[in-house]
Antibody, heavy 118, light 107 residues
Framework: QLQLQESGPGLVKPSETLSLTCTVSGGSIGIYYWAWIRQAPGKGLEWIANINFRGYANYNPSLKSRLSMSIDPSENQFSLKLTSVTAADTAVYFC????????????WGQGTLVTVSS | DIQMTQSPSSLSASVGDRVTITCRASQTISTYFNWYQQIPGKGPKLLIYGASSLQSGVPSRFSGSASGTEFTLTINSLQPEDSATYYCQQSYSPPYGFGQGTKLEIK
């Protein structure tokens, strides 16, 4: 059974860089697109970006200037970096897999809370 | 960006009721459309993909339909475990935005 696990610091200082990694187990990272979605406390879901096994990425224009995603198929991992963070970036960050039917998100990690605070 | 407008933002219903949640896309998205359920403290779960296809393992009381740019999630015979927030999403063109969510309370 496919499992996704987010890892990274739970606390980041304002103006610094948020870095998260998602480790995929129980399946191969190949052929799929892999995504990051976040949810600010008490708010809705925000799609951040996705990437495929070749490293081709799509970014949310609202965050694009601060975002980068990378992928390491040999380690079955993909990562997110968000620079110059502010309190508005405080959220639960989910890593996820896009399915192959209509790019639906068919698998989700449990999510990790990242708080931006000094 | 494609905007997704979901309604209502909240609703309350009783066990056994039928409820409908609607989502409208700001432009045509064919059937690149999905519904998710999120229980508090957990990650979302895919219910419906392609506007009307039931994800494996999801009870058949959940169904989805589409008419143009309007999409509907119907839950028949409401159960206590259906208490959750429901989100729609377009997967036609990145960024794959979500609706604002509908919080369903079971009376």
């Amino acid at each position: 059974q496919l499992q996704l696990q987010e890892s990274g610091p739970g606390l980041v200082k304002p103006s610094e860089t948020l870095s998260l990694t998602c480790t995929v187990s129980g399946g191969s990272i190949g052929i799929y697109y892999w995504a990051w979605i976040r949810q600010a406390p008490g708010k809705g879901l925000e799609w951040i970006a996705n990437i495929n096994f070749r490293g081709y990425a799509n970014y949310n224009p609202s965050l694009k200037s601060r975002l980068s995603m990378s992928i390491d198929p040999s380690e079955n991992q993909f990562s997110l970096k968000l620079t110059s963070v502010t309190a508005a970036d405080t959220a639960v960050y989910f890593c996820a897999r896009h399915g192959t039917m209509v790019a639906e998100i068919d698998s989700w990690g449990q999510g990790t809370l990242v708080t931006v605070s000094s | 960006d494609i905007q997704m407008t979901q309604s209502p933002s909240s609703l309350s219903a009783s066990v056994g009721d039928r409820v409908t949640i609607t989502c409208r896309a700001s432009q045509t998205i064919s059937t690149y459309f999905n519904w998710y359920q999120q229980i508090p403290g957990k990650g979302p779960k895919l219910l419906i993909y392609g506007a009307s296809s039931l994800q494996s393992g999801v009870p058949s009381r959940f169904s989805g339909s589409a008419s143009g740019t309007e999409f509907t999630l119907t839950i028949n015979s409401l159960q206590p475990e259906d208490s959750a927030t429901y989100y729609c999403q377009q997967s036609y063109s990145p960024p794959y935005g979500f609706g604002q969510g509908t919080k369903l309370e079971i009376k």
